[in-house]
């Protein structure tokens, strides 16, 4: 009997796109952290909730992360303790896979194992501290900047999802970010948005303290693959395509100010159509998160212990 073309090059393809994802971001399965206690909906709204359908969609984390990334790093004091306190260069997929991690296990995690998550966050925060190369003082756990970290990370993926899943009300916006605005809190931000309205309004306050300074051109460069982190010409198109993509995401303002910006038109006819083949694609091979499964057994209430 011929092979249909599902069980052939079709779910080999689909197996390799399953592989190439799970070898930069994880799997996420682990029952220790998303199974637990029947009837614990987690921290982040449980079934029903915008954060379990937006950040259940493992397509906009993937377009937006690069985005969420650079805006973290536009402030300062973020980038001193990545650039001189964090391993990327060393090992490149640590930041990402982080990210996702955490956006995952705060979300659909138990709220035992979602609260040991951020603890222990906090506690490797703990220890980063220093002074940047303009004298100014930082450590990673002051709420201002841990306020900062934890919004650019919805703010991407919920514009992610509104562009390339499905447009959202301001009032399904509202919901996410208030739902979210828990676990930034619980990091230990000082005020974090809960509504689009304060979300631009804070946005607004922040930019004066922002700024592209050598330390973010040269985190840039690395996740371009130029300069000292040099590779291949194909390899260093297709990264700053993906890089201008996921900015594109962002304001015009920090389009301009990290030089990912490009013409209306030429994002029109070539990075969004391109984002939104990726995100097709992902979906495709990744319809539902294993983490995504096992948080609705657990709320459900069939979800066996994690032991």
Not at 62 to 69: F, K, M
Not at 108 to 121: K, N, Y
Not at 259 to 282: C, N
């Amino acid at each position: 009997m011929t092979a249909s073309p599902e069980n052939g090059w079709i779910a080999r393809w689909k197996q390799s796109v399953v592989a190439e994802i799970e070898a930069v971001g994880g799997r996420h399965d682990e029952a220790l952290i998303y199974g637990g206690e029947p009837g614990d909906p987690g921290l982040a709204g449980g079934p029903g909730s915008m954060s379990w359908e937006i950040n259940g969609d493992l397509a906009s984390i993937v377009v937006a992360g690069t985005g969420a990334i650079l805006m973290e790093v536009l402030h300062p004091s973020v980038m001193a303790g990545v650039f001189t306190q964090s391993s990327y260069r060393t090992d490149p997929l640590r930041r990402a896979r982080n990210t996702l991690g955490y956006v995952l296990r705060t979300t659909f995690g138990s709220t035992p194992a979602a609260t040991r998550v951020i603890e222990g966050v906090k506690q490797v925060h703990s220890r980063i501290q220093g002074t940047r190369a303009d004298g100014v003082a930082y450590r990673a756990l002051d709420p201002e900047l841990i306020a900062w970290v934890h919004t650019s990370i919805p703010w991407a993926i919920m514009n992610a999802y509104d562009r390339y899943r499905r447009p959202l009300s301001t009032e399904e916006k509202d919901r996410y970010l208030r739902e979210q605005a828990l676990i930034g809190r619980m990091g230990g931000a000082d005020r974090v948005p809960e509504s689009v309205a304060e979300l631009e309004e804070y946005v607004e306050r922040m930019r004066p303290l922002l700024c592209f300074n050598e330390q973010t051109r040269s985190f840039l460069d690395f996740l371009a693959g130029r300069g000292e982190f040099e590779v291949g010409a194909r390899e260093r198109f297709d990264r700053w395509a993906g890089i201008c993509a996921s900015m594109s995401l962002m304001p015009e303002w920090a389009q301009q100010l990290t030089g990912t910006h490009r013409s209306p038109l030429l994002q029109r006819l070539w990075l969004r159509p391109a984002d939104r083949l990726k995100t097709s694609v992902v979906r495709w091979a990744c319809p539902e998160l294993p983490c995504k499964r096992m948080a609705l057994a657990r709320a459900s209430g069939s979800a066996v212990l994690a032991a």
